[in-house]
DNA sequence: GAGAGCATGTAAGTGGTTACATGATTCC
DNA sequence: GGAATCATGTAACCACTTACATGCTCTC
């Protein structure tokens, strides 16, 4: 059981999920491809943490869908009680920011507008997804989650990636607004 | 050369560095350890994008300082033009942070407690490497260093962590303030 | 019929961590 | 003498990505 095991496990103790749901749900917060989220969940079917069942669909291929076990769910409570590791953040625009310098202000610009225009994107998801929750869970603007709904944990979570997104806009625009325009 | 190559040809095309030195300084934009780390820089020596000198000092055991080549600087410019790839982000406190339901408020505050304190930590740090930046290049609080000057890099960098450090506290912050005080 | 999305898996290779190994120097 | 920091390296292992492989279903 390792890090993305419990964060699998995490999406699985809410309602059930396939494999691919799982690989889709699980990339905001731990990205992880197919290939490596199918042996864990044959893992943790032999341990006894997830049960699958075989589900046809007329529509689309048919699909194993996880639930979570009583052990799974032990499992869990107990990882929580654990301090969480420290979070890693890997981004090459960092490393590229270091040494703009050498190169015209224009190839630099061209780095954080593109990062621009992909934090816009992400934004616009997280807003999208956000005004689901509280629609699905009859609330206003601005209203939380109680903390024993199901929801508490995606809301607070959203608004966590909401924020970093704004942030790293604001941070990108800044960075735009002190690179000189143009250079010869 | 993959990323974290490129990473440390960065950090030594500002000014001549050690392995060890390098290892310190590359933590907050990509973590690596120095197991990783040194082979890279013997390859990159192989490849003439790096040379190295050997430095004997009374106080410390003896080091290999590396310095970048012409070509390494080439190197350099070309990936700056290449568009740099999403960034990375994984935080074992976002996967917790969905099933937090689960658990008393009591363990769920620890989390995010303990996770202040890190920001906390974190933010001091970057407060005090932005104050010697600014002392280094005699400027003013908020004035920003010339795009050419080679602490340029760095002084948006540290803004940036600076930023998301102050975000991810507040953040924690709203969460325990929604998290209710205590359960039975 | 071709392409896209759904669905599940394995194999090979790279990236990254932990552990092993050594040794200098400084401070307590 | 022991612990901490500086300094460099290798080996084994685990995490993650890319590529290979297959097949269903729907839309154009």
Redesign the interface.
């Known amino acids: 059981m390792n890090?993305l095991s419990?964060?699998l496990l995490?999406?699985i103790?809410?309602s059930p999920l396939s494999g691919y749901d799982l690989m889709l749900k699980i990339q905001p917060?731990?990205?992880a491809k197919h290939s490596q989220i199918y042996p864990l969940l044959a893992n943790m079917e032999k341990e006894n943490q997830v049960t699958f069942e075989l589900v046809s669909q007329s529509d689309k291929p048919d699909k194993k869908v996880y639930s979570i076990t009583a052990e799974g769910?032990e499992s869990?409570?107990l990882?929580?009680?654990e301090?969480?590791?420290?979070?890693?953040?890997?981004?090459?625009?960092?490393?590229?920011?270091?040494?703009?310098?050498?190169?015209d202000?224009a190839?630099?610009r061209?780095?954080f507008i593109?990062?621009l225009e992909?934090y816009h994107m992400k934004l616009q998801r997280y807003k999208d997804k956000i005004a689901n929750i509280q629609k699905a869970d009859g609330l206003k603007e601005g209203e939380?989650p109680s903390?024993?709904?199901?929801l508490?944990?995606?809301y607070?979570?959203l608004?966590?990636a909401l924020?970093?997104c704004?942030?790293?806009i604001?941070?990108c625009e800044?960075?735009l607004s002190?690179?000189?325009p143009e250079e010869k």
């Open positions: 890090t419990y964060g995490s999406l103790s809410h917060f731990w990205p769910i869990l409570k990882w929580l009680t301090p969480a590791s420290d979070p890693v953040m890997r981004d090459e625009l960092m490393l590229k920011a270091y040494c703009v310098s050498f190169v202000p190839i630099s061209k780095l593109d990062r992909y939380v903390y024993r709904s199901p508490f944990g995606a607070i979570l608004n966590k924020m970093s704004r942030t790293n604001e941070w800044w960075v002190v690179i000189p």
